[in-house]
């Protein structure tokens, strides 16, 4: 949990260690500690308890778009020596997910004839019953795939949660004590489904920012507000706002996003060509129950 001195981030306490599945302490049980810093940085990927915690204590998505989450499972495949060639990239839209369900597949060469398999799911589905693993199976008995990982073998399999609403869900970034970034933030490329190098970006701005705050031995939002500053001039929020209103059109379908999606690459990012912000709705919200 994030530790506070009034209002003001002041660290964490780690969970305690050695409890059994009752929540009685085991033979190894360990107590948690507390760690104490002039500025607690979150980078704990999508929806982090502690970043979750942080953005409902201080209300920081206050007249902000919800955020809206996708998932990504993959496969890797050994395939026969010299059948895979590495860079070989390949995106598709459609199949197995139909018009009405936000995503696609991807499909990357490796080195080492490793050939990475995956589909990216938007959790705005209506059906309940829609389950991403059973979808990328799907996936593979498309003929095409079929034929790309035939003689192969799957070595390994993964999954990760993606914040796919974009620049205009992005919270409040600061608080006295404490900084968000990377995808605690939500800083990810949807259209690209790029994040990492924003990660990256906002780290080192982050960096920045607490350096002059030791500097000046001011922890406070007013002074940690200079990394949202910092962000704005930064190519982060020219590659972010140019596709700023990228997933919100899917909530019609896969043919009404595309449209917008073309729209906005000879609009600056504009919806529909004409709106500077879509709004968009939590992805719960689209279940029909």
């Known amino acids: 949990e994030l530790l506070y001195e009034n209002d003001q981030a002041i660290g964490v306490r780690t969970g305690d260690r050695g409890i059994d599945k009752n929540g009685n302490p085991k033979s190894n049980y360990d107590l948690g500690v507390d760690i104490h810093a002039k500025v607690t940085v979150l980078g704990e990927g999508p929806r982090g308890s502690l970043s979750k915690g942080l953005i409902n204590r201080h209300d920081l998505m206050k007249d902000k778009n919800p955020q809206v989450w996708a998932i990504g499972v993959k496969e890797l495949w050994?395939?026969?020596?010299?059948?895979?060639?590495?860079?070989y990239v390949a995106h598709t839209m459609g199949f197995p997910l139909g018009h009405d369900i936000f995503g696609g597949a991807f499909i990357y060469g490796?080195?080492?004839?490793?050939?990475?398999?995956?589909?990216v799911v938007g959790l705005d589905y209506k059906d309940p019953s829609i389950d991403p693993h059973h979808e990328l199976q799907l996936l593979k008995t498309h003929p095409w795939v079929r034929s790309l990982i035939q003689d192969g073998k799957m070595i390994s399999y993964g999954a990760k949660s993606l914040p796919e609403g974009g620049y205009y869900s992005l919270p409040k970034l600061t608080?006295?004590?404490a900084i968000l970034i990377g995808d605690s933030a939500g800083f990810m490329n949807g259209q690209r489904l790029k994040g990492i190098h924003l990660a990256m970006k906002s780290g080192m701005e982050a960096a920045e920012t607490i350096l002059s705050a030791l500097q000046k031995n001011d922890f406070?939002?007013?002074?940690?507000?200079?990394?949202?500053?910092?962000i704005d001039n930064s190519w982060i929020k020219e590659e972010l706002?140019?596709?700023?209103?990228?997933?919100?059109?899917?909530?019609?379908?896969?043919i009404a996003g595309m449209i917008n999606a073309g729209l906005g690459l000879i609009t600056?990012?504009?919806g529909w060509g004409v709106f500077d912000r879509l709004n968009s709705k939590h992805g719960h919200e689209h279940l029909h129950r």
């Open 220 to 230: 406070s939002d007013s002074l940690l507000s200079d990394f949202q500053r910092r």
């Open 175 to 177: 608080v006295n004590g």
């Open 241 to 254: 706002y140019k596709v700023r209103n990228f997933h919100q059109a899917f909530d019609k379908g896969l």
């Open 78 to 87: 050994q395939m026969p020596r010299g059948s895979v060639k590495a860079g």
């Open 268 to 270: 600056g990012g504009r």
């Open 110 to 119: 490796m080195k080492n004839d490793i050939l990475d398999i995956g589909l």
